[in-house]
């Protein structure tokens, strides 16, 4: 089995535009008059793994389990306590200034959001215009205020939308502004902060595809995190599935459904209700809730709620390694197939 954390820069493969290797973020508790340090809170802790170019990677696991400080300490937003992120071949977390400025311009967020992440003081030309003149990619206002349109007509609005303010558009048209927006600086990847979970179900369907659309025409590369499991089908080409802090399952989109190795991901996968409400399957319940990332439980993180766990899970915590074509940190090797009920799978 081969462990999948990245020791050196020339590991890393021309292919892969991303790497993360070990990546921790530790949030410091402070007590007392002198705020002495008094534990952390451990939101990520030593996370590894790749994106292609033009791919994109789903990240996918409970509230709490890491995936949005994972995001703000790839692009550096916060400051991870160790580890590295390559951006092609450049490592972000050692980046100076005239580099970071340089990987502002090709690495962008779209957050969850819509209401809060667009400026409610500034028009969606200003806010436009704002990032190519940081980044120097027109020379005029005439040519930005092109630019600006033609973005916004990619993403489905017109001229009329350029001197509207944010409170003018439905959730939306916010988010369709805020895709405009990451685009505007010629940015080759976005990472995707659940870009659907406040829009109307009717809404969210439309600016899936849209951003499908833009993948193919602007080649881009995307880490789309999300807890809506039945997108990650539609979207992804792999899936990593986090808990606490941590990758314990890191597959191609298609294996997710029918060849899990984690008993954690076979629970998520079970979850999903079937589309058919005659339909039946086996019914299979997540106990208990997520350990605080304050104490996180010795051994294997999951075992606590796990019905598989062994003596080894409670005392040895398992690496992410190579089984069966899947990077999976368990270890009980579960057949889920079995658990299935016959002729019934997660997806119905």
Known sequence: MKSLAIS????????????????????????GVVQRTIGYVKAVDGVSFNV?????????????????????????????????????????????????????????????????????????????????????????KNEATQRSLELLRKVGLDEEHLYRFPHE?????????????????NAKFLILDEPTSFLDVSVQASVLNLLKDLQKEFDLTYLFITHNLAVVHHMSDRVAVMYLGKIVELVDKGSIYYDLKHPYTYQLM????????????????LEGDVPSP????????????????????????????????????????VDFSAEKETGESADG
């Open 169 to 185: 558009f439905s959730g939306g048209q916010r988010q369709r502004i805020a895709v405009a927006r990451a685009l505007v600086a």
């Open 52 to 140: 292609k170019k033009n791919e994109t990677l789903g990240v996918v696991g409970e509230s709490g389990s890491g995936k949005t400080t994972l995001a703000r300490a790839i692009l550096r937003l916060i400051k991870p306590k160790d580890g590295a992120v390559y951006f092609d071949g450049v490592n972000v977390v050692k980046a100076n200034r005239p580099q970071m400025k340089m990987l502002r311009q090709k690495m962008q967020i779209i957050f969850q959001d819509p209401y809060a992440s667009l400026d409610p003081r500034q028009t969606v030309s200003s806010l436009l215009r704002e990032a190519m003149l940081i980044h120097g990619i027109t020379k005029n």
């Open 294 to 333: 304050i104490n996180i439980p010795p051994g294997c993180r999951f075992h606590p709620r796990c019905k598989y766990a062994t003596e080894k899970c409670r005392k040895e915590e398992p690496t992410l390694v190579e089984r069966d074509g899947h990077l999976v940190a368990c270890h009980s090797e």
């Open 8 to 31: 050196t820069e020339d590991e890393i493969k021309p292919s892969d535009l991303l790497t993360v290797n070990n990546l921790k973020v530790w949030f410091p508790i402070k007590s």
């Open 270 to 285: 079970a979850a999903i209700p079937l589309p058919e409400p005659e339909a039946k399957k086996k019914e299979v319940l």
